[in-house]
């Protein structure tokens, strides 16, 4: 120790008074003072919602992850639930594609139906819906596109609202709008009041970045753009500042909470959004957050319990109240076998 150092410093009989290893000794005493701990109720899990029955399809770029028919939906949710799950997310991948992306609103649409088999099965899972068009046009984005090619934001609008109020007829607890159109919250919120649905909560993807690790949700949702990309609507990495102006812009126009994905490379995000807001703060450990956790772990260069409960807990850490995660039920299990 440098002698200035030493200098000034507390000490007793010689020693220093101070000892932060103190209360680093042993497990029990460092779970004792933790200052972070998730519960496994944070987490919701995202799930992948095909038509049919007994069908499961893995995801190749998703580890553990695969799209499921209704039926399967429901013994997933289930073991999720039993694990003491928050909640799922679902997306709907299907075939049924056109211009207008009006399967995204269909009363038998994939999602539709996989609501309502979640809901007569287990009432009181909390079941969330992402509502976008991507996975609906035959071009791949997000709203609806005009005559120059380009998304035209005010033409979505009506769309997406209609898609959320077919979300909530099917019994959705919460809506999920993660097109990044501006002014969607507030259409969707007064499509929802006017339908009869003032209960059903909005969680919006409020500071959705343009990011690269989204790369294994396209594949397993069928949505990549068919044309160029998603950056004149989804968020410039670079921009933190912004975020805060989205969760506000959202909040005054009725979001019940926010959102900011993708997560583990924007905690400085999570923390200014926990900041700047007093509603829930979401946060989406993407696809490609958990992949490379997965893929690292498969050639045994980390170990995967440890670096995704690591990670998990940085983003509570952050701010976030909410993590959907691909790895919510393995992290529940994980947590409530350290608790034993």
């Known amino acids: 120790m440098a002698p200035e150092i030493a200098d000034t410093m507390p000490r007793t ?23 972070t701990a998730p519960r496994p109720s944070q987490f919701v899990l995202p799930m992948f919602a095909v038509a049919g029955e007994g069908v499961r399809q893995p995801v190749d770029a998703l580890p553990g992850i695969a799209r499921l028919s209704p039926d399967l939906l429901v013994e997933e949710a289930r073991a999720a639930r039993d694990a003491g799950v928050g909640g799922v997310l679902l997306f709907g991948v299907t075939d049924l594609k056109d211009a207008d992306g009006s399967s995204a609103h269909a009363a038998d649409g994939v999602v539709q139906e996989a609501v309502r ?11 969330i819906t992402d509502v ?10 997000c709203g609806l596109l005009g005559g120059g090619g380009e998304v035209d934001n ?10 959320a109020v077919s979300h909530a007829r099917a019994g959705a607890d919460v809506v999920a709008p993660s097109d990044m159109m501006d002014g969607r919250v507030a259409a969707i919120r007064s499509a929802l009041d006017e339908a009869g649905y003032e209960d059903v909560a909005i969680m919006s993807y409020s500071a959705k970045y343009a990011s690269a690790f989204y790369g294994p949700f396209r594949e397993a949702a069928g949505s990549a753009p068919g044309h160029g990309d998603r950056r004149g609507y989804q968020m410039d990495p670079p921009n933190a500042r912004e975020a805060v102006r989205e969760v506000r812009e959202d909040e005054a126009e009725g979001a019940d ?8 490379t924007y905690l400085d995000v999570i923390r200014a959004v926990r900041e700047a807001t007093g509603l829930p703060v979401a946060a989406y450990h993407v696809s490609g957050e958990y992949a490379m956790v997965k893929a690292a772990a498969e050639r045994g260069w980390l170990d ?30 994980w947590i409530h076998e350290g608790e034993r």
């Open 257 to 264: 909470l926010v959102m900011v994905k993708p997560a583990a």
């Open 117 to 127: 088999a979640l809901k007569t099965a287990l009432p009181d899972l909390v079941v």
């Open 13 to 35: 009989g010689g020693f220093p008074a101070v000892r932060h290893r103190r209360l680093r000794t042993t497990e029990g005493m460092r779970r004792l003072v933790r200052e």
């Open 304 to 333: 995967e319990r440890s670096a995704m409960l690591e990670v998990l807990t940085a983003v509570v850490r952050a701010g976030a109240d909410i993590v959907i995660t691909y790895a919510a039920v393995d992290a529940a299990r």
């Open 154 to 163: 005010d033409a979505s609008l009506a769309v997406l609202a209609q898609t």
């Open 132 to 141: 976008c068009l991507c996975g609906y046009t035959d071009h791949g984005h």
